[in-house]
């Protein structure tokens, strides 16, 4: 059966870094495109960042030039690297793949 655990998330200051990881099992990991989204306290579901299996990377305007994607198909794992942080960056992130979501890891950027 297919699964994707999230990991990484946390408490940080503005300004600070995290990066984020989706591993995933189950699947053809190095077929499939990547997404990551996240959902703020009382907001829908944004897109964040998506890379597809030639390693071609989409990004929210949000935070294109901080934020970047990547994948390790060797681990079979994805990443999402967030530097310079902003309060509005805190959210509960989601990696997707083909129809399947992970449960999540929140990211909290607070002073």
């Known amino acids: 059966q297919v699964q994707l655990v999230e990991s990484g998330g946390g408490l940080v200051q503005p300004g600070e870094s995290l990066r984020l990881s989706c591993t995933a099992s189950?699947?053809?990991?190095?077929?499939?495109?990547v997404i990551w989204y996240r959902q703020g306290p009382g907001k829908q579901r944004d897109f964040v960042a998506s890379?597809?299996?030639?390693?071609?990377?989409n990004y929210a305007d949000a935070v294109k030039g901080r934020f970047t994607i990547s994948r390790d198909n060797t681990r079979n794992t994805a990443y999402l690297q967030m530097n310079s942080l902003k309060p509005e960056d805190t959210a509960a992130y989601y990696c997707?793949?083909?129809?399947?979501w992970g449960q999540g890891t929140q990211v909290t950027v607070s002073s």
């Open positions: 890379i597809t299996r030639r390693n071609i990377t």
């Open positions: 997707f793949m083909y129809d399947y």
């Open positions: 189950g699947l053809a990991f190095s077929l499939f495109t």
